[in-house]
């Protein structure tokens, strides 16, 4: 079975976690819980890295007009 996880991990770039990783077995035929799955992961040392980093998008250094939250001025 560590082999077809193995398999299933590396077609996937090392993108797949254990939930993905899964659902191949499931589409292979194999039945195998998801939770087992994610234990043989953990012992071969498989951890999903996204094939894209996350970016921020928010440029808080401006001189533009910002507006009062009136939702929090109208709470206190």
């Known amino acids: 079975m560590q082999q077809k996880i193995s398999k299933s991990f590396h077609e996937s770039f090392g993108t797949y976690s254990s939930p993905r990783v899964h659902d191949d077995l499931v589409e292979w035929g194999y039945i195998i819980s998801q939770k087992t799955v994610a234990r043989i ?13 996350f970016v921020v998008t928010t440029d808080s250094n401006h001189d ?3 507006y009062p ?5 109208n709470l206190v």
């Open 69 to 73: 939250n009136h939702l929090i001025v």
């Open 64 to 66: 533009l007009n910002i």
């Open 41 to 53: 992961m953990k012992e071969l040392g498989f951890k999903a890295t996204p094939k894209e980093k």
